[in-house]
């Protein structure tokens, strides 16, 4: 049997995007070389000890995070379940805890700085509108022209990481922006299908890693830190809006969250909790002095 095969078949019967197959396959795949070359075993002939084993030794040779450790645990789930139809006993191999980190959020300036000095029209238009509508990479990549309804002022977004279309704010400085980036293409290549298509395949939408790279060689270019990620602009959206007075609620709709406890993270990264709640120590005058 042909096992990752078997398993990336399982995983697109879910309906998930070929860039979530591959990332979803990459630790089964080393767990299967794993068995060949060192265990000698079949998948169905493996013992929890020698799955605990494998855990230890990914980890070790890899450096992997317990985040990651517990990806890895999850794809192990799927693939036993879904592909050999044994029972998963979560006794025999607990997901890690780990520490959870506030994620970067840049100041209002840095973003400025950053987007404004960017002179490719095509990852200026793209960026600039992954923040001024607080968009996943993934929603952006699949933007198709007529999902833009400048007379309405919004975004209809298809591909949303909850399974559910959307709508999200158009920006009119970002319609500008994509106006000058669609204008200044020759008239044949303009985009009619994907908003931001494949240069040498126009038929698909721009490749997920594109958008990282030209992010990270932005930064180099400006001789900054490494910080900035594609949700990061997400992130900013949300963090600013809360800051200037938008309540959870809406956030929540703007996000295209499902719960409410996923919005209110930002309380927790903007600076308005701060300044709208000073500290009882300062209300009881600082110090006391005799």
Same mark, same amino acid.
């Given at each position: 049997?042909?096992?990752?095969k078997?398993?990336?078949e399982?995983i697109?019967?879910r309906?998930l995007t070929d860039?979530?197959?591959t990332?979803?396959s990459? &630790?089964?795949?080393?767990y /299967? =070389?794993?068995?060949q070359d060192?265990?000698l075993?079949q998948? *169905?002939d493996?013992?929890?000890a *020698?799955l605990r =084993? ?6 070790k ?6 985040r $990651?450790i517990n990806a ?8 036993t379940?879904y592909?050999?139809?044994?029972p998963?006993?979560p006794?025999q191999l607990?997901?890690r805890k780990?520490?959870?980190? #506030?994620?970067?959020v840049?100041?209002r300036?840095?973003m400025?700085v950053?987007l404004s000095?960017?002179?490719d029209l095509k990852?200026?238009? /793209?960026?600039c509108l992954?923040?001024s509508?607080g968009?996943?990479?993934? *929603?952006?990549r ?8 400048h007379s +309405?002022?919004r975004?209809?977004?298809r591909?949303?990481?909850?399974r559910?279309s959307r709508?999200?704010?158009?920006s *009119?400085?970002a319609?500008q /922006?994509?106006l000058q980036?669609w204008?200044?293409l020759?008239a044949?290549?303009r985009?009619?299908d994907?908003?931001f298509p494949?240069?040498r395949?126009?038929s698909?939408?721009?490749d ?5 790279d030209f992010i990270?060689a932005h930064?180099?270019? /400006?001789?900054?830190? +490494?910080?900035? $990620? ?6 900013a959206?949300a963090? &600013?809006? &809360?800051? =200037?007075?938008?309540?959870? #609620? $809406?956030l929540?709709?703007?996000m295209?969250? +499902?719960?409410?406890?996923s919005?209110?993270i &930002?309380v927790?990264l903007?600076s308005?909790a ?5 500290s009882?120590f300062?209300?009881?005058?600082g110090m006391?002095?005799?």
């Amino acid at each position: 049997m042909d096992y990752l095969k078997v398993y990336r078949e399982m995983i697109s019967l879910r309906g998930l995007t070929d860039h979530t197959v591959t990332s979803y396959s990459t &630790y089964i795949r080393s767990y /299967l =070389d794993y068995l060949q070359d060192i265990l000698l075993k079949q998948p *169905e002939d493996v013992s929890w000890a *020698e799955l605990r =084993d494998f855990i230890l030794w990914l980890q070790k040779e890899r450096s992997l995070s317990d985040r $990651t450790i517990n990806a890895c645990i999850s794809q192990l789930r799927f693939f036993t379940i879904y592909v050999l139809h044994k029972p998963w006993d979560p006794t025999q191999l607990p997901m890690r805890k780990f520490d959870s980190y #506030l994620p970067f959020v840049p100041s209002r300036e840095e973003m400025q700085v950053f987007l404004s000095s960017i002179t490719d029209l095509k990852f200026k238009a /793209l960026l600039c509108l992954m923040f001024s509508a607080g968009l996943r990479i993934g *929603e952006v990549r699949h933007l198709k022209c007529s999902d833009i309804e400048h007379s +309405r002022g919004r975004i209809l977004i298809r591909s949303s990481k909850s399974r559910s279309s959307r709508y999200a704010q158009l920006s *009119e400085q970002a319609w500008q /922006l994509i106006l000058q980036y669609w204008y200044s293409l020759p008239a044949d290549v303009r985009p009619r299908d994907w908003l931001f298509p494949q240069k040498r395949n126009p038929s698909k939408p721009i490749d997920h890693q594109r958008v990282p790279d030209f992010i990270r060689a932005h930064e180099k270019h /400006l001789g900054w830190e +490494r910080r900035f $990620t594609c949700h990061t602009f997400r992130h900013a959206f949300a963090t &600013y809006h &809360y800051e =200037d007075g938008t309540d959870l #609620l $809406t956030l929540k709709a703007l996000m295209g969250h +499902r719960s409410i406890a996923s919005t209110t993270i &930002y309380v927790h990264l903007s600076s308005r909790a701060f300044s709208y709640a000073p500290s009882p120590f300062d209300k009881m005058g600082g110090m006391f002095h005799e």
